[in-house]
């Protein structure tokens, strides 16, 4: 590990004042407060260690449509210093070529190359792994938004569901039932599970419904239970295959991080430099775990996703605290 501290901060002391300077509960008379218990990262450090950068995206580069102070120019001042400059999100609402346009909006420089995100790696995989479109049920049921569907079809997969107004009726009658196997559709080899802001019943029954043949494939594009909008923090792709993952009793295959399916699509089209590749992010069950299981750097920094949970000190072990006890 590159960065060489046995007791690391999770977070800058201006990140967190607060915490620091008025615990809530009394220090312990033996341990004076002025007495640092960990020390800082040094952003030098990091930067001189690593020479790819992956960048989770909500959270870290964004809140919604607000960018994170400062995110511009560091990505920026990174390729000015040659650095390469990927980003990795679980987002599967947008292709591609729908991040490209963000980025756009935003004043950050990305090509389409430089963005893999779970609808692209889903794609991916059910195209060239799973190869449905060459199998006799070659369809995919989508529970899903058009960011999906479009990387799904660039890949040569044949969709039904997902965006379709025949699959999102009017929340303001409950659907009429008897439709829900009305039109089956016996190609259907695949439900593809990802973050649906139109999900409603009669999608989730159809999907349901699908998974009780076996030999349909479940796929998710990635459990994040939840995802930091510009409103807050609200359910993610993850809690809404929950109703199916409960239903059906079966556990989908997920794509996004932390999966190596991820790490598959990333290194088909770039090649990452061995030992000096880092991973950013702002969750430790997707984004941290997914760098630890490449074999890469990480970076966890705090966001709306991680404060309440978040620690002030990481420590190796208890008896790192002796030295200062003993200083
Ligand atoms: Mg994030």
Request: glycine share 8%; hydrophobic share 40%; aromatic share 6%.
């Amino acid at each position: 590990m590159a960065l060489d501290a046995r007791t690391t901060a999770l977070a800058t002391e201006s990140a967190l004042p607060t915490r620091q300077a008025t615990p809530t509960t009394p220090a312990p008379s033996t341990i004076p407060t002025t007495i640092p218990l960990a020390t800082l990262a040094d952003p030098k450090v990091i930067i001189d260690s690593y020479d790819a950068f992956l960048f989770d995206c909500d959270g870290v580069l964004w809140h919604g449509d607000r960018l994170v102070p400062g995110a511009k120019d560091v990505l920026a001042a990174l390729r000015a210093h040659g650095k390469t400059v990927m980003f990795i999100t679980n987002n599967a609402t947008k292709s591609r070529a729908e991040y490209k346009t963000k980025f756009d909006k935003l004043g950050i420089a990305a090509e389409p190359t430089d963005i893999h995100t779970s609808a692209s790696a889903t794609a991916r995989y059910v195209a060239s792994v799973l190869k449905l479109s060459e199998q006799p049920k070659s369809k995919a049921y989508i529970v899903g938004m058009e960011g999906l569907e479009t990387e799904l079809r660039d890949a040569g997969v044949e969709t039904i569901g997902g965006s379709d107004p025949a699959h999102n009726p009017s929340t303001t009658t409950p659907p009429d039932l008897t439709d829900v196997r009305a039109d089956f559709d016996d190609k259907v080899g695949a439900v593809i599970c990802g973050l649906d802001t139109r999900v409603n019943y009669l999608k989730l029954a159809r999907a349901f419904v699908y998974l009780q043949d076996p030999n349909v494939h479940f796929v998710a594009t990635n459990l994040d239970a939840t995802y930091p909008h510009s409103a807050g923090l609200l359910p993610g792709a993850g809690s809404v295959s929950a109703m199916l993952r409960y239903s059906t009793k079966r556990e989908p295959l997920s794509i996004g991080k932390p999966s190596s399916a991820m790490w598959d699509a990333v290194r088909v089209s770039s090649k990452l430099p061995q030992g000096r590749t880092l991973m950013v992010g702002d969750r430790l069950d997707t984004d941290i775990a997914f760098g630890k299981s490449g074999g890469v750097g990480t970076l966890l920094v705090l966001s709306d996703i991680t404060p309440a949970n978040a620690p002030d000190y990481v420590l190796n072990s208890v008896a790192d605290l002796l030295s200062a006890l003993q200083g």
